[in-house]
């Protein structure tokens, strides 16, 4: 600006930085100020699609302000995504993910119809599921240092259900062949219920499922846990080893049920929502009913959540390319 001293352009400036601060300030204050809301990219009844759900009623009773569940299922979770990203980066449209939506998807797609790390910014890791290793109530395996030696024996031999190519269980099975050197057969399903139907039905011997999915099987006698894909045990199977108990350390696999907003929200928006986020999931009843559907609550700052993200990234892309999948 012609004209202008230095000493003039600088309070300029300063006096633009301080409102840019007085505005987010203000912004962070008021929110949320309406009604939030939360695209699923799930169908009703799938267990993002719970959690969102009851995350959402304590959150809105904590802020005062309506979520709106909107359930958009579809492209393995691109068409929730797409959505998500076309929205205003004001704070109150928020996407649920998953492994698939952040981690998976641009490593099975050439043609991804979003980039996660362009389009969204993380707020917080909501929970984690992690994965248990099953076999039918009909196999006579007892425990997983006898699966793996029945696999190990017969390569080509053992078949494996899946809720689907490039899914989580079917890339903890993978994880799980890599680790300890088997070679088995891989039979992806539409969904992790009818693959959890054929095991408990005899006509698959074994499979990676989340708890979430598998607990009533289990209760019920349909399905056998061998070895939980997590540091420790599950608190709701305290029988069952780890892998790293059986000397796999590395084979460790979870779902995880993240929270995103549109590239471009404020700091300070998605700061605000992560402490509502955690602050409702830490909630005692919603803390117990996380639990009871198999959910680990979590609730992490967005920086941690985004090292996360990067961390899986590095740990499952490598296995995808080697194992040449592709979706499209």
């Known amino acids: 600006m012609p004209g202008l001293s230095r000493r003039k352009l600088a309070a300029l400036a300063l006096v633009a930085v301080s409102g840019s601060l007085v505005r987010a300030a203000h912004a962070q204050r008021e929110f949320p100020s309406r009604p939030i809301r939360w695209i699923v990219p799930y169908p009703p009844g799938a267990i993002a699609d719970i959690v969102a759900r009851t ?24 068409l929730g995504a797409i959505e998500a990203a076309r929205a205003p980066a004001d704070g109150y449209t928020v996407l649920s993910t998953d492994n698939g939506t952040l ?21 917080t890791l909501l929970g984690r599921l992690p994965m248990v290793l099953l076999v039918g109530p009909s196999s006579g395996v007892k ?10 024996a017969f390569p080509g031999k ?12 079917h890339l903890a099975m993978e994880l799980l062949q890599r680790q300890a050197g088997l070679r088995m057969v891989h039979v992806p399903y539409r969904g992790a219920a009818p693959a959890l139907a054929d095991l408990a039905g005899g ?9 979430a999915a598998a607990n009533r099987f289990i209760q019920g006698g349909k399905a056998r846990a061998l070895a939980v894909a997590n540091a420790t045990r599950l608190p709701q199977l305290p029988a069952v080893p780890t892998f790293a108990e059986l000397g796999l350390p590395r084979v460790e696999a979870a779902a995880l049920m993240g929270l995103a907003v549109p590239a471009g929200t404020l700091p300070e928006l998605v700061a ?11 909630n005692p009843v919603v803390l117990r009913k996380l639990a009871e559907s198999g959910v680990e609550p979590v609730g992490s700052t967005p920086a941690r959540f985004e090292a996360l ?3 899986e990234t590095a740990r499952w892309h490598p296995l995808i390319k080697s194992l040449n999948l592709s979706l499209d």
């Not at 009623?57 to 691109?78: C, H, K, W, Y």
């Not at 809720?163 to 269980?169: E, P, R």
């Not at 605000?272 to 830490?282: D, E, K, N, P, T």
């Open 55 to 78: 995350v959402g009623t304590q959150l809105a009773i904590d802020t005062g302000q309506p979520v709106q569940i909107e359930n958009r299922a579809g492209g393995n979770t691109a």
């Open 272 to 282: 605000r929502l992560q402490q509502a986020m955690a602050s409702a999931i830490h």
């Open 309 to 311: 993200i990067g961390d």
């Open 143 to 152: 425990d997983a240092r006898a699966f793996i030696a029945d696999a190990r």
């Open 158 to 169: 053992v078949s494996f259900a899946s809720a689907g190519t490039g899914t989580v269980q």
């Open 103 to 123: 981690v998976f998807n641009p490593a099975l797609y050439r043609n991804l119809s979003y980039d996660p790390a362009r389009d969204f910014a993380p707020v």
């Open 203 to 211: 006509q698959l011997p074994a499979m990676m499922s989340d708890l």
